[in-house]
């Protein structure tokens, strides 16, 4: 196998044994201890204890977790995923009691590996998207948008 297919065969373990199943025995084998998230959620550190603790809250708020990978690509050490996660918000989120709403988002990931574990995550994800099905923050409506655009004004 190739180090790019080995790449690709970890960081797909990780979305669908640990981000969609739980298994958390498996986290820790599949990240390194010096790990590091480049892009950590507000609230959790940057280190393979925060990851694992993003992972863990996530399960908790949304105990049907799971995560649907559209494609992979892999770069050498860096594997890039796009992907979707839907669940049921069934559990404590963001200071939010449960609400029982079915949520999706989209999320781009890039994992780097080395020697069969992952050591360092970039990624962005639509979390206003989820905020806003979750009703968390309200949608900017044409009632509420400011009558002229910041640029207009100055003119």
Request: net charge negative; charged share 25%.
């Amino acid at each position: 196998m190739s180090q790019q297919s080995e790449a690709i065969a970890v960081v797909r373990r990780n979305v669908e044994e640990v981000q969609s199943k739980g298994d958390f025995a498996l986290f820790d084998r599949l990240f390194a201890e010096d790990y590091v998230d480049h892009t950590p959620q507000p609230g959790f550190p940057a280190t393979r204890d925060g990851t694992r603790a993003l992972y863990g809250a996530l399960r908790a708020a949304f105990p049907d977790f799971r995560v649907e990978i559209h494609f992979q690509f892999s770069d050498g050490d860096r594997v890039a995923t796009y992907k979707t996660y839907r669940g049921t918000h069934d559990g404590p989120f963001m200071r939010r009691q449960p609400s029982g709403k079915q949520v999706r988002f989209d999320t781009v990931d890039v994992m780097r590996v080395r020697d069969g574990q992952i050591v360092a995550h970039w990624g962005v994800g639509d979390l206003l998207g989820l905020l806003l099905q979750l009703g968390i923050v309200q949608p900017l409506t044409l009632d509420s948008a400011p009558e002229t655009l910041p640029s207009e004004a100055k003119r």
